[in-house]
């Protein structure tokens, strides 16, 4: 750890998410399953925003969430991604701003690429629906990362769907050679069960390598582990400590494990009202968990800290708190 404020840098995907309300026949004529989760090409993505119109916007992305997690907190956070020069691409980089959090993003100057957006469509019964393109982000070119990470940091925090993007994978092996260069920890999140089953063997060889500390949910632990069919916290973490120093597995609403040398503790989850959305809620509590690492807490503490910012995300719409996060909660005009 440095000796100024502990400093978390992240790496992935740049995505705006944007919420519209629309009537059902618009999912209909997009060909979108209303309430499902799409990832759609640069057409398909085109053509819904431009139907839909601006809509209302806020910055998203996993490890985005996260360091966006850290505004406030004395932890500084650092963002790394790529965007486009366009509205969107603007509004992210505004947004982290705002927040007082560094963002020194690539910008994709062909305009074949827009920024990465999530269209969340919020149809009068209140179903939400939505429709990712990648878009920009999945153009980062790892000379582009190398030269925005920062000199000093404590922490490189990365997204694993950045494996799906054509330089993804030479992008966190130049970032995470860069930290290992100045003494900084690796941190992983495998993002997705499905993203580790399609990218499998480059993440075991980052693990073996790099990471230093692994975060994620018993589905995506227990797949990177290759424990097929069995998804159980235990037998997760038993894997993960035979790779890495500090680990934490998350279970949903029966709270988390988490583990280093000094022994395995469960932490329960925070206590909450009603739970409106989990959407972000790992993201949330990866930002707890890995910031109070920096700070010099020990794992179970962490842990604690974690489930307390995961907590904050679960009772509204979307992954952030907001005015997109407010958008989702009303029903379309």
Not at 164 to 192: F, N
Not at 227 to 252: N, P
Not at 258 to 276: E, L, S, W
Not at 288 to 312: N, P, Y
């Amino acid at each position: 750890m440095t000796d100024e404020t502990p400093h978390i840098v992240g790496v992935g995907n740049a995505l705006v998410d944007v919420v519209a309300a629309v009537q059902p026949d618009v999912i209909e004529r997009h060909g979108l399953t209303p309430g499902g989760m799409h990832l759609v090409d640069a057409d398909a993505a085109h053509a819904l925003f431009d139907e839909v119109g601006p809509g209302v916007r806020q910055s998203g992305g996993s490890v985005a969430n996260s360091i966006a997690h850290l505004a406030g907190t004395g932890v500084q956070g650092t963002y790394l991604g790529k965007i486009a020069d366009d509205d969107l691409g603007r509004t992210f980089s505004s947004e982290m701003a705002d927040m007082g959090i560094a963002a020194p993003v690539a910008v994709a100057l062909d305009g074949d690429f827009g920024t990465g957006r999530c269209v969340v469509l919020v149809t009068p019964d209140g179903e939400r629906t939505m429709s990712t393109h990648l878009g920009a982000a999945t153009t980062l070119m790892p000379f582009e990362a190398r030269v925005a990470l920062p000199e000093r940091f404590d922490i490189l925090f990365v997204e694993g769907y950045l494996w799906d993007a054509p330089h993804g994978a030479a992008v966190i092996e130049t970032l995470a050679q860069a930290a290992q260069d100045v003494g900084a920890r690796v941190a992983l999140t495998p993002s997705d069960a499905g993203c580790v089953e399609r990218n499998r063997d480059e993440m075991l060889t980052a693990v073996s390598r790099y990471v230093d500390i692994l975060i994620g949910n018993q589905a995506e632990i227990a797949a990177l582990a290759g424990l097929t069919g069995r998804a159980d916290a235990e037998l997760a973490m038993d894997w993960a400590l035979d790779h890495v120093s500090i680990a934490a597995v998350t279970e949903h609403d029966e709270g988390s494990l988490v583990a280093d040398a000094t022994g395995r503790h469960r932490i329960k989850p925070a206590p909450v009202t009603q739970v409106v959305d989990s959407t972000g809620a790992g993201d949330a509590y990866a930002s707890g968990f890995l910031g109070s690492i920096t700070q010099g807490a020990s794992v179970a503490e962490a842990g604690r800290e974690g489930a307390e910012r995961a907590a904050t995300v679960l009772v509204h719409y979307g992954a952030r708190d907001g005015v997109a996060a407010r958008a989702i909660a009303l029903p379309a005009a």
